[in-house]
């Protein structure tokens, strides 16, 4: 099954994790199309045009190796790799204005009912909110020596990637949905955000000046969880991005319809 997407938002890019099938990095993005709902789109490379808030078309087809409804990937993915990035056609960026609004009539109240309903992806509003840093058990030597290391040749020039095994600590995020089914009353979840990622790789000495920066806890703002579950463990979810908005004298509201605002737009069959 193929289709082209014209329409989709990007509201979470995680960091890299190594293809070792070609030794190159890969990311995985997610976001919501008006059209289709929420989209999760995987192998795409760092040059990609699908950065936060850009609205694309793009050629999708299904992965086989993931049964998960929102899962796609890029038509020709395995063949014509080198060549992807020229598929993506990037039709602008969201409307500033718009975007508390967008996220808004997203949310679920807790991460619990996402995964009840089966879905992959979803937003919550958390009520209580804390990152912090675990150091990572062991990083991984195979990907820290990628196939590049031992070639006498000039590196390319996104050779500066880290992918996550290769970073000593792990972001995690602990916290309350507005209305959470959770028994302990919390979840705590890695945070896999390139944002974050790239933090650690500047700012080693700096690390918890991240969840400032992120403004979690700052009265003025209003952070949104985008998170998801991962496809060899569906019930383990994971934040794939942080969304903040500063608060404003407009306000927001649930009036229009739901569609197309719905979340998800299953197949009828
Ligand atoms: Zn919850």
């Avoid at 992807?84 to 990037?90: T, V």
């Avoid at 290769?166 to 995690?172: A, D, T």
Wanted: glycine share 4%; charged share 30%.
């Amino acid at each position: 099954m193929s289709m082209i997407i014209e329409d989709l938002t990007i509201l979470g890019r995680a960091a890299p994790d190594l293809m070792k099938s070609k030794m190159v990095k890969t990311f995985c993005v997610a976001g919501y199309s008006p059209s289709r709902g929420f989209i999760r789109v995987y192998p795409t490379s760092i040059d990609c045009p699908m950065k936060f808030w850009n609205v694309v078309r793009v050629p999708l087809e299904r992965n086989l190796q993931d049964s998960r409804f929102e899962s796609w990937k890029i038509q020709g993915s395995k063949s014509e790799w080198d060549n992807l990035d020229s598929k993506i056609e990037e039709i602008g960026t969201y409307p500033k204005k718009e975007r508390r609004q967008l996220v808004f009539n997203l949310v679920d109240g807790c991460r619990n009912d996402i995964n009840d309903a089966h879905r992959s992806l979803g937003i919550i509003k958390p009520t209580k909110i804390k990152g912090y840093f675990q150091e990572r058990e062991k990083i991984s030597e195979s990907e820290q020596k990628t196939l590049l290391d031992f070639l006498d040749i000039p590196k390319p020039k996104n050779h500066w990637i880290k992918t996550k095994a290769e970073y000593q600590f792990i972001p995690y995020i602990k916290y309350t949905c507005s209305d959470c089914k959770s028994k302990q009353g919390y979840h705590n979840q890695q945070l896999l955000s390139i944002e974050a990622y790239e933090w650690m790789r500047k700012h080693p000495d700096n690390l918890d000046q991240l969840w400032e920066n992120f403004r979690i806890n700052d009265k003025d703002y209003d952070a949104y969880l985008f998170i998801g579950n991962q496809a060899r463990r569906r019930n383990a979810f994971m934040v794939i991005s942080i969304l903040r908005f500063k608060k404003s004298n407009y306000s927001l509201s649930r009036t229009r319809p739901l569609i197309p605002w719905k979340k998800v737009e299953k197949p009828k069959s």
